[in-house]
């Protein structure tokens, strides 16, 4: 809600109490001297018109000018409302922030993401559930560079690096389930090995531009969040590729040799029983490995929580020199009303004075 407050001109309202002190004190001395008359022999013949009513609206006219006065005077002091406003999206972005941190979500988009999951509230989709809470976390920092790599059989960009987030947010909407078995699978090796090699690359030609040109953005640190509800299975399809089957611990290796944080989180809350104990330890050693951590989720609700924490390990620039932008308030003024209304008392009244109760000598 808008907060506002009530203003009127001071100046004019001292200007005004000026005036109308002057105009008594020079009502109150020609008070003294007595208004011109004549005589008359007789004034019993001089009968009011007291069927028309003439005489009892006679003063009508008067008071009408005199509230005129009244209107043009609230006029004259110019009252008016100041309404704060909040600054549009334009008015409180400064220039774009020269340092952060890049962080790529890879994002598992296999068959098995569309199963539901439950929450607080109702089941939801594994992938909506994903698009949601991650589109949460992506406005939370506005300083870094974030991009999205989906994955199944193979990983794919769906938005690198970027500071548009508005923009990325938009094309996380596109995000759905692979719907073919061709393109199903799990390779979340590959899709780590992939994406840390984008990020080398990023870095690298960020850092080696021609002409000694300094880059428009210094990336400070890297970071990685995968989040699966599955275990390393890549396609059978894939089987001799070197590529599409590499392990997750050389995948890992490799994101820590180029000072990549990986962070795991596995939405399955199937993924706790005591079979899948071998390959919780695998995800934990390779997470520490990198200065990273893995998360398992009991529930949907627990996925907002973990990239929250996530949110708070990896602290972003923050931006210190950003100008404060000072939106002037919106002013609601009402002369132009009371201007209105005392120009339509004083045309009645002068109406009034010229037809129906003009007065005679």
């Known amino acids: 809600m808008s907060n506002f407050s009530f203003e009127i001109d001071f100046i004019a309202l001292g200007l005004l109490l000026g005036f109308l002190l002057i105009a008594f004190q020079a009502k109150k001395y020609f008070s003294h001297f007595n208004p011109p008359y004549f005589f008359y022999s007789n004034v019993s013949d001089l009968k009011t018109d ?5 005489s009892k609206w006679s003063s009508f006219p008067e008071k009408l000018n005199l509230l005129a006065f009244f209107f043009f005077s609230l006029a004259f002091i110019d009252p008016h409302l100041l ?16 340092e952060g941190i ?18 607080k509230y109702i089941p939801i989709e594994k992938i909506q559930l994903l698009k949601n809470v991650t589109k949460k976390f992506i406005s939370q920092r506005p300083s870094d560079l974030i991009g999205v790599v989906t994955f199944a059989r193979v990983p794919n960009v769906l938005a690198p690096l970027t500071l548009d987030h508005e923009t990325l947010q938009k094309n996380l909407d596109q995000l759905q389930v692979v719907k073919s078995k061709e393109e199903d699978g799990t ?27 300094k880059a428009p953005y210094d990336i400070k640190s890297a970071a990685m969040i995968v989040v699966t509800d599955g275990m390393q299975d890549p396609s059978i399809l894939d089987k001799g590729n070197r590529f599409r089957t590499i392990e997750l611990d050389e995948a890992a290796e490799y994101a820590k040799s180029q ?23 695998q995800l934990k050693r390779i997470t520490n490995l990198t200065g990273g951590k893995f998360y398992l989720i009991n529930d949907g609700g627990d996925l907002e929580e973990i990239y929250s924490e996530i949110n708070k ?4 620039v923050i931006q210190t020199n950003k ?39």
């Not at 939405?267 to 899948?276: G, K, R, V």
């Open 50 to 54: 007291i069927k028309m009513g003439r």
């Open 83 to 98: 309404i704060d406003r909040k600054p549009s999206f334009s008015q409180t972005s400064s220039e774009p922030p020269k």
């Open 102 to 119: 890049a962080i790529y979500l890879v994002l598992d988009q296999s068959g098995s993401m569309q199963q539901k999951i439950s929450t």
């Open 187 to 213: 390779a979340i090796g590959y899709a780590i090995y992939k994406t840390a090699h984008i990020m080398a690359a990023t870095r690298y030609f960020s850092s080696n531009l021609k002409n000694n040109i």
């Open 259 to 281: 000072n990549i944080h990986l962070y795991i989180i596995n939405i399955d809350p199937q993924f706790a029983s005591d079979q899948y104990a071998p390959h919780r330890r």
């Open 313 to 316: 390990l990896e602290k972003g």
């Open 323 to 361: 100008p404060k932008i000072t939106i002037p308030p919106e002013r609601w003024s009402f002369y132009p009303f009371f201007i209105a209304l005392g120009l339509l008392c004083f045309f009645i009244a002068t109406v009034l004075n010229l037809t129906l109760l003009r007065k005679v000598p």
